[in-house]
């Protein structure tokens, strides 16, 4: 049972101001279109020595990656959708411009070593605004989304004070197991809907019991690599992992997609978690193989490209536009995913500047063809 939320500073909905600023996701997604061309860009500059930005090391790379662009769109995310999970008002008013200034603080932050401790506060607020909603509504499905936040903000105040390539590695698998809840929700839901529209008596499907196994598997793997990294333990569940996510698509109806880029990036993008955990666990294993390419599937493959599928989505069906998207978004789609297959299977310098410059133009396309979506006012006059 739904228990409704009372209306409050963070619930408030906002009438008027810019539309950018009236719903959570708009500003959010945004930004993560933004941050993802700005930041790779600085990262290349500094890589490569053009640039005497000291701070841009592997770690800030990494770092940015996950607890800037990924929580960027997660956050955009979640105060789109928590709302509808517990039956409470939009997230609008202050909390949306609060929410905005605290993540850019963090971004400024973490070039200055000195105040870089600035970027913990996000987090955080995030998950206590989240906890707060599904604890009120007794929302027990959803619970598990706030314990991976404080997960994650954990996990971010261990790469600030203690060595981060083993934290930032954990954290990105608990974004990993974000994303496999998120998508074990929409993807079946949407297809279905979407083929039952165009006429094809099909319906998605998922046995129940993968359903449940999914988010605790990628946990499991997550722990193997705080615990055990590398070792034949991390490659066996990595591998079940993998084993559970791809049976777990199995009834999806995939191939039926392949004529609708809003549908089939979904798919595409989910195909990178089995990918990506496959890859770990045969690493571990001994397969010899790069051991960035597991990490680069996972993150710039499934992360990555989800968050371009999610957002676009979202984006043009909480405007009040047909869920059908341009030609510059289909291509945005087919660059990200390019960018992800070349750090993924090729190695060297030239293979991290084309994947990095692939992903620069998808995410500067999305970010181009969303921009006037998403700050101007929705196209049916309702609020949001």
């Excluded at 770092?63 to 955009?76: C, Q, Y």
């Amino acid at each position: 049972m739904r228990v409704p939320v009372s209306v409050s500073i963070e619930s408030s909905p906002a009438a008027t101001g810019p539309a950018l600023l009236r719903s959570g996701h708009r500003p959010f997604f945004l930004l993560a279109g933004l941050y993802a061309v700005v930041a790779m860009g600085l990262w290349l500059a500094a890589w490569s020595g053009h640039a005497p930005l000291t701070m841009m090391t592997m770690s800030w790379h990494g770092h940015e990656m996950i607890f800037g662009f990924a929580v960027a769109a997660v956050a955009g995310f979640l105060t789109a959708a928590v709302p509808k999970w517990t039956g409470s008002a939009p997230f609008a008013g202050p909390i949306v411009p609060l929410l905005v200034a605290v993540w850019l603080l963090g971004r400024v932050a973490m070039v200055f070593a000195p105040i870089a401790w600035l970027d913990l506060i996000f987090l955080p607020l995030l998950a206590v605004l989240v906890a707060h909603r599904v604890i009120v509504a007794r929302n027990k499905r959803n619970y598990q989304v706030p314990a991976l936040l404080i997960a994650l903000a954990a996990l971010n105040a261990m790469t600030h004070f203690g060595p981060p390539s083993q934290a930032l590695r954990v954290a990105v698998h608990i974004v990993v197991a974000l994303v496999a809840l998120i998508a074990g929700r929409i993807i079946p839901a949407f297809t279905s809907n979407a083929l039952s529209q165009a006429g094809k008596s099909v319906k998605c499907t998922t046995p129940r019991w993968l359903d449940v196994l999914a988010v605790p598997a990628v946990v499991a793997v997550a722990l193997a690599e705080w615990f055990a990294p590398g070792t034949l333990w991390n490659g066996a569940i990595a591998l079940f992992a993998a084993a559970v996510l791809a049976v777990r698509m199995v009834g999806w109806k995939t191939v039926e997609t392949r004529h609708s880029p809003i549908l089939w990036i979904l798919h595409a993008a989910y195909l990178w978690l089995p990918i990506g955990l496959g890859l770990e666990g045969a690493i571990a294993l001994g397969l010899p193989w790069n051991p960035y390419a597991a990490l680069h599937a996972l993150t710039a493959g499934a992360i990555g490209t989800m968050i371009l599928a999610v957002a676009s989505r979202a984006a043009l069906g909480h405007s009040g536009r047909p869920l059908k998207v341009s030609k510059a978004t289909t291509a945005a789609y087919v660059l990200v995913l390019l960018a992800a297959a070349v750090r993924v299977a090729l190695p060297g310098t030239h293979a991290v500047w084309t994947s990095g410059l692939l992903w620069m133009a998808g995410f500067g396309l999305f970010s181009y063809d969303y921009a006037p979506i998403l700050t101007r006012p929705r196209i049916d006059g309702r609020p949001g």
